[in-house]
């Protein structure tokens, strides 16, 4: 079966700073990753997303993220972290041949001015 | 465009009662998804639906569990006889599929927040 691991549930970083939120991941076959991020009181926001190919993907607000099969990851990047970037980070990974996508328990970024 | 609308936001019932909680797709999604998130954890699958059939419903904890999509667009999750363990945010989602090809994001909306008493 699927998992995912998030090993932090918190990350700090200084505005202007880089940041990376760690992932991992355990499937059968390719997978297909995501990463989406949850404001307060508001729903999942589909981030980026890995398929195939190159395996730095860019996504929305500066983000991108590194995939390695080796070391079965999927690490989120930015180089520069804002404070508006505070919210909590889902890493999730769908198995192909299946639908559901499975979610890591989530990282709290907290970026301080 | 709109997104995917859930309603209602909030609802609060007591044990043993029977809830519905409604999910309004994005136009054009054949693709929807429900899970449950409670505090703390990631979301959780509970069911799929490609058109108007459940084509995977093995996240539903129970039988108390049930969900529709007649038309292949609104769904509504059905909960009977609620227990306080059902407290958490349901969250829906949906996506396209075309040509086969389900590489698609899910898009989610806001949730609906149940609490049981």
């Known amino acids: 079966a699927q998992s995912v691991a998030q090993p932090e549930d918190q990350v700090n970083v200084a505005e202007g700073n880089p940041l990376t939120v760690k992932c991992t991941y355990s499937?059968?076959?390719?997978?297909?990753l995501f990463w989406y991020v949850q404001y307060p009181n508001r729903g999942l926001q589909f981030l980026l997303k890995?398929?195939?190919?190159?395996?730095l993907v860019k996504g929305s607000y500066g983000f991108e993220a590194e995939f390695n099969k080796s070391q079965t990851s999927f690490h989120l990047k930015k180089p520069s972290a804002l404070v508006s970037d505070s919210a909590l980070y889902f890493c999730?990974?769908?198995?192909?041949?299946?639908?559901?996508?499975?979610f890591g328990t989530g990282t709290r970024l907290l970026v301080s001015p | 465009g709109a997104g995917v609308s859930q309603t209602p936001s909030n609802k609060v019932t007591e044990k043993g009662k029977y809830v519905e909680l409604r999910c309004d797709p994005i136009?054009?999604?054949?693709?929807l998804y429900w899970y449950r998130q409670s505090l703390g954890q990631g979301p959780e699958f509970l069911i799929y639906?490609?058109?108007?059939?459940?084509?995977?419903d093995s996240g539903l904890p129970n039988d108390r569990f049930f969900a529709v999509r007649p038309e292949g667009s609104v769904s509504t999750l059905k909960i009977q006889r609620t227990e306080r363990g059902d407290s958490a945010v349901y969250l829906c989602?949906?996506?396209?599929?075309?040509?086969?090809?389900?590489?698609?994001?899910?898009?989610f909306g806001p949730g609906t927040r149940l609490t049981v008493l």
């Open positions: 999730a990974v769908r198995e192909p041949g299946f639908q559901k996508l499975v």
């Open positions: 136009s054009g999604h054949t693709a």
């Open positions: 639906f490609q058109g108007t059939g459940a084509a995977d």
């Open positions: 499937v059968s076959g390719n997978p297909y």
């Open positions: 989602a949906s996506s396209l599929t075309s040509g086969g090809s389900t590489y698609n994001e899910q898009f």
């Open positions: 890995y398929i195939t190919g190159d395996n």
